[in-house]
């Protein structure tokens, strides 16, 4: 391990505060390091391997393809890119979908497809509506709409035409938005804001201004998509659905892959030659990708995702009883939850990562919980002890 940190140290650009460990397997909600040291996994690579570490369904998929064919780019059909493609519209509002690598890239491709609806119709619908505490990855219009100065501060100027309102707050967007409008892009929960539900009316009303003004409403379900909520896509638990939604994260359980769903006329912007990728859709990532859809798709599979949610929610609900003066309150929906502190909330997670708990720091002062979807009670209960006596010690102190 120590080899590993020199090198990183010495060859890596030092963009991320890394903890002073490094794994050397996975399976299931389990993580285990070189020194054959186990630690629960309640993060899954931050909602990324929703199916936990090394699904031996998907593992086998990845491992046939690996052996078959890996990549051939765009310039011929690829026939697990046309499966994850069907499987994703049957199971969502979408009536077609564009494949990329990342949550970011998703994005920046649905912001293009926004702007290039709006200037067909007007060269001055441009405009973009975006929100405070949101966050859409790291490219430059990725990073333009995240509405946390931390991520632009010293890269601007931003793309220009970007307008922020307040999450929760449709008099703010009331206050921005206009004929000039192309796009509004929100995430239905804020994930790295603070694991911040939209409410049922907010997004309803989004949906309404959106078509007012011939806006194109995009749904940026990177975090909170492929079961994370217990429903497949979150805007299913608010009965409103968006013109475009963007995946990435979980679809791949591990292996890059983002995506574009969008409906109707929306679907039919991106025309040959607007809009591209090398890797996007390949033959690796989207074999993967159908696989996660298949688990995910199976009778029974959400139903336990969201009893389990609810059974983790009771059970961080029981910690902030018991600890009152620490901790405020649980707020998320199904396995996306978080816990609000009264207080910076890093040595928490430090103090949990020394007892062989993964959790997540975000917003400063919000406990982050994104458990693999298939994690057992027992495993629930596991974590939960952790970290009442990492609370316990810190009310000690
Ligand atoms: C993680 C995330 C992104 C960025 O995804 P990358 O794959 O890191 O580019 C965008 N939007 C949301 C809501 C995310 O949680």
Redesign the pocket.
């Known amino acids: 391990m120590q080899e590993t940190f020199r090198k990183t140290d010495q060859y890596v650009m030092k963009t991320y505060n890394r903890y002073p460990v490094s794994f050397v397997k996975g399976e299931g909600c389990w993580l285990y390091d070189s020194q054959g040291k186990k630690y629960l996994d309640m993060l899954a690579g ?1 909602a990324v391997c929703n199916l936990g570490h090394c699904h031996p369904r998907v593992s086998e998929a990845i491992c046939q393809q690996a052996k078959t064919l890996i990549h051939t780019s765009n310039l011929f059909h690829i026939e697990p890119q046309a499966e994850l493609a069907e499987l994703i519209c049957k199971n969502s509002f979408g009536d077609k979908v564009f494949f990329c690598n ?4 998703a ?1 920046e491709g649905a912001l293009k497809l926004a702007r290039r609806y709006g200037t067909e119709k007007n060269l001055e619908k441009y405009e973009i509506v975006a929100f405070r505490q949101s ?4 490219t430059m219009a ?1 990073v333009t709409v995240t509405g946390q100065g931390k991520y632009s501060d010293g890269f601007g100027p931003m793309l220009p035409g970007v307008k922020f309102a307040e999450f929760n707050n449709i008099d703010s967007v009331k206050e921005v938005i206009s004929e000039k409008t192309a796009g509004i892009i929100v ?1 239905p929960i804020q ?2 804001g603070g694991v911040i539900p939209a409410s049922k009316e907010f997004l309803e009303e989004l949906r309404q201004i959106a078509d007012e003004f011939d806006a194109v409403l995009i749904f ?1 379900e ?2 909170t998509g492929i079961g994370r909520t217990g429903e497949l896509f979150a805007y299913q638990h608010y009965g409103v659905e968006p013109d475009v939604m963007t995946l ?2 979980a679809l791949g359980n591990g292996v890059p892959i ?1 995506a574009i769903v969008a409906k109707g006329e929306a679907a039919e912007v991106l025309k040959p030659g607007l809009h591209a990728s090398t890797f996007g859709g390949n033959f690796l990532a989207t074999r993967a990708g159908v696989e996660v859809m298949r688990i995910m798709t199976e009778p029974g599979f959400l139903d336990r995702v969201k009893e389990k949610g609810i059974y983790l929610k009771n059970r961080l609900e029981e910690l902030v009883s018991q600890f009152p003066r620490l901790l405020e309150r649980v707020r998320g929906v199904g396995m996306m939850l978080g816990i609000v502190c009264k207080f910076p909330c890093s040595n928490i997670v430090a103090s949990a990562l020394d007892k062989g708990l993964i959790i997540n720091c975000t917003a400063g002062n919000i406990l982050r919980f994104l458990p693999p979807l298939t994690i057992e009670k027992e495993e629930i209960d596991y974590g939960v002890k952790i970290l009442k006596e990492v609370l316990r010690e810190y009310a000690a102190e």
């Open positions: 931050i990342s949550g970011a890239e994005n966050f859409h990855g790291r990725a995430e994930g790295e940026d990177v975090q990435a994260k983002g």
